[in-house]
T-cell receptor, first 109, second 115 residues
Framework: DAKTTQPPSMDCAEGRAANLPCNHS???????VYWYRQIHSQGPQYIIH???NNETNEMASLIITEDRKSSTLILPHATLRDTAVYYC??????????FGAGTRLTVKP | SAVISQKPSRDICQRGTSLTIQCQVD?????MFWYRQQPGQSLTLIAT?????????ESGFVIDKFPISRPNLTFSTLTVSNMSPEDSSIYLC????????????FGQGTRLTVV
């Protein structure tokens, strides 16, 4: 059973912000929200994770709604190299990462 | 982050044979996992590699087909046994160091083609 729902694909113009949504309405109190991406022919790359507060790092920002039932990954200035499949995963500590279908983001010039 | 080395990076194998994939990490890790990614699909968890004991397999995966070893905290192997063309996939190793952080790191994968 998938714990997250993501749109299958999105486009974004180069230099603009990419906002990738994720629904996780059945998330439990001890489960974190993780984001990974997979660029073609490479292993998944960790982007960011959070529990309930918004998080920001050098790659992206993670906005989690107050009820924790959804979140948004923001790439502030998308480049062509950000074209990838983005996976939103919810899991508790010591659990394995289980991947859904993800969102295929295409950044266009 | 953890540096993960998977070998081989790719291979073409005859049906009916077996291939062992190695995963070496540059530091001790708490958890090690093996995933399969079939062409055009997402990642599917095969099993958790447990140090010094039998791996924990996910539904649909069995030890006879995918035997796994983990002799220490930095190394694991996955064997794909009695291969058929349906086993053609990318196989990925993933590791976590829970004392350091909560994120998992992935190797670059082994691209297996069975002919």
């Amino acid at each position: 059973d998938a714990k997250t729902t993501q749109p299958p694909s999105m486009d974004c113009a180069e230099g603009r912000a990419a906002n990738l949504p994720c629904n996780h309405s059945t998330i439990s109190g001890n489960e974190y929200v993780y984001w990974y991406r997979q660029i073609h022919s490479q292993g998944p790359q960790y982007i960011i994770h959070g529990l309930k507060n918004n998080e920001t790092n050098e790659m992206a920002s993670l906005i989690i709604t107050e009820d924790r039932k959804s979140s948004t990954l923001i790439l502030p200035h998308a480049t062509l190299r950000d074209t990838a499949v983005y996976y939103c995963i919810v899991r508790a500590t010591l659990e394995s990462m289980r991947f859904g279908a993800g969102t295929r983001l295409t950044v266009k010039p | 982050s953890a540096v993960i080395s998977q070998k081989p990076s790719r291979d073409i194998c005859q049906r009916g044979t077996s291939l062992t994939i190695q995963c070496q990490v540059d530091s001790q890790v708490t958890m090690m996992f093996w995933y399969r990614q079939q062409p055009g699909q997402s990642l599917t968890l095969i099993a958790t590699a447990n140090q010094g004991s039998e791996a924990t397999y996910e539904s649909g995966f069995v030890i006879d087909k995918f035997p796994i070893s983990r002799p220490n905290l930095t190394f694991s192997t996955l064997t794909v046994s009695n291969m058929s063309p349906e086993d053609s996939s990318i196989y990925l190793c993933s590791v976590e160091r829970l004392a350091v952080g909560l994120e998992a790191f992935f190797g670059q994968g082994t691209r297996l083609t069975v002919v």
